[in-house]
């Protein structure tokens, strides 16, 4: 019972930060600078080459967009596009990567912050 309200809450929580206007980036992508939110999303283009990929890591590393002595922070969740699965949040402070287990399904990553940040997102594996 508490997955299912945990989901719901999820669920909800994402509806109102996918209404609000904010940029989408493939993965990979490198030196994007956030102010705010961002989405990066992985897709792949046929299932055949869904299923070879088994089990492997989406990176996020996280930097600040001015002196790299000043800190900063981002929230981080990971999610698989069909939205069946979501881990996170996770806090990431500059200079920091975060490496996430995923399977092979299409995943996402959404980054929320308060600080201007350069994000960098890869899938090893």
């Not at 790299?68 to 699965?85: G, H, I």
């Not at 940040?117 to 899938?123: A, Y």
């Amino acid at each position: 019972m508490i997955a299912i309200i945990l989901l719901m809450l999820l669920s909800f929580g994402f509806s109102n930060i996918y209404s609000q206007d904010f940029p989408v980036y493939p993965i990979p992508s490198y030196n994007i600078t956030v102010d705010g939110y961002a989405d990066f999303m992985n897709q792949i283009s046929t299932p055949q080459q869904n299923n070879d990929k088994g089990i492997r890591r989406v990176i996020i590393h996280l930097k600040s967009a001015f002196e790299p002595s000043l800190p900063c922070q981002a929230t981080v969740w990971v999610y698989s596009l069909d939205l069946t699965t979501v881990l996170g949040p996770y806090s990431l402070v500059c200079g920091d990567e975060l490496p996430v287990q995923i399977d092979e399904r299409d995943w996402g990553v959404f980054v929320e912050t308060e600080d201007k940040v350069i994000v960098d997102v890869w899938i090893e594996g």
